[in-house]
């Protein structure tokens, strides 16, 4: 485990840029004095040192007496926390100085500043970046006695979370509840009573305040020079089930909405819909971009799995090298007493602002690959049936598995297999193996490229109490598929198996027949993104609320984290190169016999185009994802 300085830029618009590098104090503060970088850059390009203003002081005497109660506790950590710990006791001086571990830029060329509480109280601290001065500093805990904020745990320090800030708001977690606060003579007072209490994400700008509750599409607008009057609750045309984010520009009256599916779309102080771009056509319907606006509100930089720069006003974007994660953190049971610095990139006023191992570089917008940006159409079902006709190679039949009054063996869940022999029956470690469910392909109305004939039955490993055994990864640790030319007419002896009973089952039309466009056979394709925007139209209007859940035979999966089980099974199977040649041959969501996953989540079974042709079920690959 190396030691992970956090790049951090703070754009004071108009007054310049803040460089500065943050630490957590979990286990130990890094020593700033000797590895923080703290840049002012003036708006003329000067560089101005502000260690002294962003850094505070931790007396000897009190971090030595912090580093011993931090070896108490951790005292059965792994070898990388208490060298860390060690690491930071050798460099105790009179001159330490401690790292802030949020920031967040408030206007005038302001910053509030969060310190930690691992040697010394939790502090927070407004600076005037320009002026060189401090503007206000109060420990936590006086302010949350001052504004009579009730402890979550009686007896336990405050944990001040610095949310989010916007002109000359700041909204902090403090206690229980979340604050919004605004430096008034001299010191952090409320600037609104409650207005964010429902809030599950909300974005501040200097005239206005947004907001949406959990399980919510609608945006409630405030006007923040009232006191958080209400002036508009808007509902997105763009809206759909999921996380929408909100970001808000720091110097005008402009929030960002990103919705789930990869659009993006900003609002006015009126709450009205100023335009919508889709930057990540590919991307999956419940999977959201996050984004981060200029300060003027004209730029967005917009991440998923990679980062797009996105003009507001010309309707274009531009794809953005990201060096996030540029390095490997190696093993964090092992201390190396190695700094590394995480880099930031941000939207400016004038260029893409990136900070790396502490030094600030800008590139200019006009230096950029500028490409047109889909606008998306408005979510809506349509009355008339889509034309299937020019996306037909991509679908894949699928039937779902429904409880059945009675059954003679063929579709069931669980249970004995029914198989000729005995020595049919997998093993593993000694133990018969759980069957999950037979398939009697001939008696039923499967088509190709299922086998149409004989039957599929799947089993994977049993522990000592007969329960599904699982890697570390919440995988089954072994899982066998077979094909039979025919089923026995009744169950083998379970002999001392502790097994489920069996569940009769039978076969419904399932809806999940079309890919997501995030999909790799889509991405396989190599379609420009006006014909993905344009299959992805098709997909919403034949499935609106995307693939369902519950047990499936053939079709596409119900995603439940994240939409790589093609790419996951094609490195599982060691046949990196082609992700989009494996299909979904069986999912099993939990029930109230066996959970998957980390919690209620869904079991895949993954196989090969050419194995399915083949009826070779060999390479089958089983995987879980949790909710």
């Known amino acids: 485990m190396s030691l992970i300085f956090f790049g951090r830029i703070a754009d004071l618009g108009a007054h310049g840029l803040l460089a500065l590098t943050l630490d957590h104090s979990h286990y130990a503060p890094l020593p700033a004095h000797r590895h923080g970088r703290y840049t002012w850059h003036d708006p003329q390009g000067g560089r101005h040192d502000r260690m002294a203003l962003c850094t505070r002081a931790i007396d000897a005497a009190a971090l030595t007496a912090a580093l011993d109660a931090q070896r ?361 193996m759980l069957l999950l469910c037979q398939f009697d392909l001939a008696a039923a109305a499967v088509t190709p490229p299922l086998p149409t004939e004989g039957a599929l039955l799947f089993f994977v490993a049993a522990d000592a109490e007969f329960e599904p055994a699982l890697d570390d990864s919440f995988n089954p640790a072994a899982w066998r598929v077979l094909w039979v030319p025919a089923l026995a007419a009744t169950p083998l002896p379970a002999g001392d198996a502790d097994l489920p009973a069996a569940q009769p089952v039978k076969l419904a039309a399932d809806t999940a027949v079309w890919p997501q466009p995030d999909a790799p056979i889509v991405q396989a394709q190599g379609w420009p993104s006006a014909k993905i925007e344009s299959y992805r139209q098709f997909v919403d209007a034949t499935q609106p609320d995307g693939a369902g859940p519950g047990h499936r035979l053939g079709g596409y999966p119900t995603v439940v984290q994240h939409n790589d089980l093609e790419l996951d099974a094609a490195h599982a199977a060691g046949d990196e190169g082609a992700p989009a040649r494996w299909r979904l041959l069986l999912q099993l969501d939990s029930d109230d016999v066996f959970m998957w996953g980390t919690d209620s989540g869904t079991l895949y079974f993954m196989v090969h185009d050419d194995d399915l042709a083949q009826r070779d079920f060999t390479r089958v690959v089983a995987l879980t994802q949790g909710a």
């Open 72 to 432: 108490q506790r951790f005292g059965r950590a792994v070898a990388a926390v208490r060298g860390r710990i060690d690491w930071v006791a050798a460099q105790v001086a009179d001159d330490f100085r401690e790292a802030p571990y949020a920031v967040g830029a408030l206007d005038g060329g302001r910053v509030l500043l969060v310190f930690g509480d691992a040697a010394g109280p939790k502090q927070l601290r407004v600076v005037d970046v320009p002026a060189n001065r401090v503007l206000y500093e109060e420990a936590v805990d006086e302010l949350c006695a001052r504004l009579q904020v009730r402890r979550l745990i009686a007896g336990q320090p405050f944990d001040a979370v610095l949310h989010a800030t916007g002109g000359p708001w700041a909204a902090i977690w403090l206690g229980d509840r979340l604050e919004l606060l605004q430096l008034r003579d001299g010191r952090l007072e409320r600037a609104a009573v409650d207005v964010l209490r429902q809030a599950e994400r909300f974005a501040l700008t200097p005239e206005t305040w947004y907001w949406r509750a959990t399980d919510s599409q609608d945006v409630h607008v405030l006007a923040a020079a009232d006191g958080g009057r209400e002036v508009a609750c808007v509902t997105s045309p763009h809206a759909r089930r999921g996380i929408m984010d909100l970001a808000g520009a720091s110097a005008v009256g402009r929030a960002l909405l990103s919705h789930p599916g990869g659009t993006i779309e900003w609002l006015d102080t009126a709450g009205r819909s100023e335009g919508a771009l889709r930057p990540f056509p590919a991307l999956a319907r419940k999977d959201a971009v996050g984004g981060q606006l200029a300060p003027d509100g004209r730029h967005v930089l917009a991440g998923a799995d990679t980062l797009v720069l996105v003009d507001l006003e010309r309707g274009r974007q531009a794809e953005v090298a990201d060096d996030r994660f540029s390095f490997d953190h190696g093993d964090h049971r092992v201390f190396h007493p190695e700094v590394r610095y995480r880099s930031e990139t941000r939207a400016g006023l004038h260029g893409l602002l990136r900070v790396r191992e502490g030094v600030l570089s800008l590139e200019p917008y006009d230096s950029f690959d500028w490409q047109p940006a889909l606008v998306p159409g408005a979510k809506g079902r349509r009355s008339a049936t889509p034309d299937a006709t020019a996306w037909a190679g991509l679908r894949k039949p699928a039937w779902a598995l429904k409880p059945a009054r009675k059954g003679s063996g063929g579709w069931q869940l669980y249970g004995a297999p029914h198989l000729h022999q005995a020595a049919d029956w997998p093993r593993h470690d000694g133990r018969p």
